[in-house]
């Protein structure tokens, strides 16, 4: 792999290749260190086969006359068999083989159980006058890891190089022991082409006195207490003697004067196998200069003064402080009113550092509102007399002042007549600001009733010698002036003959606004002492536009006739109701105060116990009271009806 290797075991023996040859039984304990600097250990046990052959293998020189040697191999069993290899691809199973070439042979013994050994023997030349191979196999050295160990660098044996002598051919093998420091065995052979060999070693130590370089370490920051940066893993360790370190990282804090303020200290640490170690220290200068922040703090604001807003509740955020407290105060700044001022809210709020942040609200209290009248009564029409008091006290309630009252004042505007005019009445008022209010009730004064006659007298039937005077003086009363006097007319309805007629006494006014009121009595006028009459009627019943009408008179008789009128008082319609006692001709007329025939209702005869509904239509007439006559033949029925 792309690891390193490491081997202990008996008898001190380390090595550091991958499959090491060993000669000593126990156990050897191998260590693994990957790339990524992590270790791994295993062990494994070896043991001394005590049944395996012990070969021997005996060499020498050649024989100069013969050019060759024979090579003696021996074995500690019997039943064994010999295997030979030598130069240039030399192979024999003899257990004695003649060979030629000078060199290095081994021999391989192998059991009848499968176990082997082996032993190696030298075959020389003597019979040259040359020197010998290896003239001076060198000196060994002691280099620093990291120098080039190839034998152009650090020097080599000095071979024979004589002319006449056979050319010679060298080769070496290197076998490594330790850790730190490590020796390199080089050994070198020297073979010529008369198969001559010789061997020297040549020790190499190589030592480390150099510590690792540490890569890609950060260099010394000052930050801000939420800028400290994540250590980082790009830390690496350069070493002359070994391709990957491991590399160990420390951090240690030292505080300062607030928890926001101190010194990061970030160590990496680099030792290689023989303890040289390197470190390096980045210095990371925490500090805290930036105050908190605080949230939520709302806009300045203009509001009416009911409308005050409670204060925000604001709290601070802070990069290196985890409970900062928010302080709040409030300035009340008075204005021109009572309504308008000024509320400066402040809020600070300060770390663990000494950093403060303060953030002001201003919220402008006005009071443009006008105050507002409560309870003010609607329009009204009234009667003259019904006019609401003057005076009226009303309470005024404001969005930034307690209730108070109101008084009002009236102005009248005239109307077309006394008892008819407009009362204005106006309540006025103003908060401590100048906003003003007003609120005004239009009353409409009419005068719609008519005035009232007093001590009409009642309707009355006399004898023609008791006829009461005329011109009698009565009272009329109104609800919108003082009475006043009203003198009565008389109109003459004519019956028949001189001491039967009757007498419409009427009493008529009208007040300041035209509204008209009229009284009657009826003063019926009969002679009380009749003549003998003819069973016959004589005379006729007619018509005329607004004259009184004539009835002859017979002894007929009459029992009580009952006249009604309904609905009385009445709007434009009225029914007269009446059952005569006796067959008799009728005439059914109407008149105004002053005796004027208004209606003709009926004239046509009428039948006993026969109940007759005549109709009257009263459209376009004054209102007042009107009278009905019924005439029955020479019986006279009266009676007054009111049109409203």
């Avoid at 060759?68 to 691809?89: E, H, K, R, Y």
């Avoid at 209730?403 to 204005?424: H, K, R």
């Amino acid at each position: 792999g792309n690891g390193s290797y490491s081997w202990t075991g008996p008898g001190g023996f380390t090595s550091s290749d991958q499959n090491p040859v060993v000669a000593t039984a126990g156990t050897y304990t191998l260590t693994v260190t990957g790339a990524n600097g992590c270790t791994s250990q295993a062990s494994a046990d070896v043991l001394l086969d005590a049944d395996a052959p012990i070969a021997t293998a005996i060499g020498g020189s050649i024989d100069c006359d013969l050019g060759t040697f024979q090579l003696i191999g021996t074995a500690d069993q019997s039943n064994v068999s010999f295997s030979w290899t030598g130069p240039n691809g030399f192979l024999s199973t003899q257990q004695d083989p003649v060979v030629s070439d000078t060199g290095l042979y081994v021999l391989v013994v192998t059991a009848t159980n499968g176990c082997t050994g082996s032993d190696s023997a030298q075959v020389s030349n003597d019979c040259s006058d040359c020197p010998p191979l290896i003239i001076d196999c060198g000196p060994d050295v002691t280099v620093e890891c990291g120098t080039s160990l190839h034998p152009l660098d650090i020097g080599h044996p000095i071979f024979r190089k004589d002319p006449g002598c056979p050319e010679v051919f060298v080769n070496w093998t290197d076998q490594w022991f330790g850790t730190c420091p490590y020796t390199l065995v080089r050994t070198w052979t020297a073979t010529d082409s008369l198969g001559l060999v010789e061997t020297c070693v040549q020790t190499i130590t190589v030592i480390d006195t150099q510590a690792p370089e540490l890569l890609f370490v950060p260099g010394d920051i000052t930050v801000n207490c939420d800028a400290v940066p994540e250590p980082t893993d790009n830390v690496i360790a350069s070493d002359n003697c070994k391709e990957w370190i491991p590399v160990s990282f420390v951090e240690t804090s030292i505080p300062g004067n607030c928890p926001g303020s101190y010194i990061l200290e970030r160590t990496w640490s680099a030792t290689d196998d023989c303890g040289n170690t390197a470190s390096q220290t980045q210095v990371i200068t925490v500090q805290d200069i930036l105050p908190p922040q605080l949230m939520g703090v709302p806009q300045d604001t203009t509001v009416q003064c009911q409308e005050m807003p409670p204060p925000a509740p604001i709290w601070a955020v802070d990069a290196c402080d985890l409970n900062v407290s928010v302080q709040f105060n409030e300035q009340i700044n008075p204005g021109q009113c009572a309504g308008s001022y000024t509320v400066v809210r402040t809020w600070a709020a300060t770390d663990a550092c000494g950093n403060t942040a303060v953030a002001v609200q201003l919220v402008l209290v006005i009071d443009t509102t006008p105050p507002n009248i409560v309870g003010v009564p609607g329009d009204v029409t009234v009667e003259c007399n019904s006019v609401p008091p003057a005076d009226h006290v009303l309470w005024a309630t404001d969005n930034c002042k307690q209730p108070w009252t109101v008084v009002s004042q009236d102005s009248i505007v005239p109307g077309a007549c006394e008892g008819a005019y407009t009362i204005l009445r106006i309540w006025s008022t103003a908060d401590d600001c100048g906003n003003a209010t007003t609120a005004t009730q239009m009353i409409t004064v009419v005068d719609n009733t008519p005035p009232t006659i007093v001590g009409v007298p009642d309707d009355v039937t006399v004898s023609c010698d008791s006829v009461p005077p005329a011109d009698q003086v009565l009272w009329a009363e109104d609800n919108c002036k003082q009475p006043w006097t009203v003198v009565s007319q008389d109109s003459i309805v004519p019956g028949n003959g001189a001491c039967f007629y009757t007498i419409l006494r009427t009493w008529a006014t009208a007040d300041d606004c035209g509204n008209t009121v009229s009284a009657m009595q009826v003063i019926t006028v009969i002679d009380t002492e009749l003549p003998a009459l003819d069973d016959t009627v004589d005379g006729t019943l007619g018509t005329s536009d607004n004259e009184a009408q004539t009835t002859g008179i017979s002894d007929l008789e009459a029992g009580d006739v009952q006249v009604q009128a309904f609905p009385n008082p009445f709007r434009e319609n009225c029914t007269i109701v009446f059952t005569p006692t006796a067959a008799a001709n009728a005439l059914l007329q109407v008149l105004d105060v002053r005796g004027r025939i208004v209606g003709e209702l009926l004239q046509s005869p009428v039948q006993a116990g026969v109940t007759y509904r005549v109709p009257f239509d009263a459209a376009g007439m004054s209102a007042g009271t009107y009278t009905y006559r019924l005439i029955l033949d020479q019986q006279l029925l009266t009676g007054r009806i009111m049109l409203n």
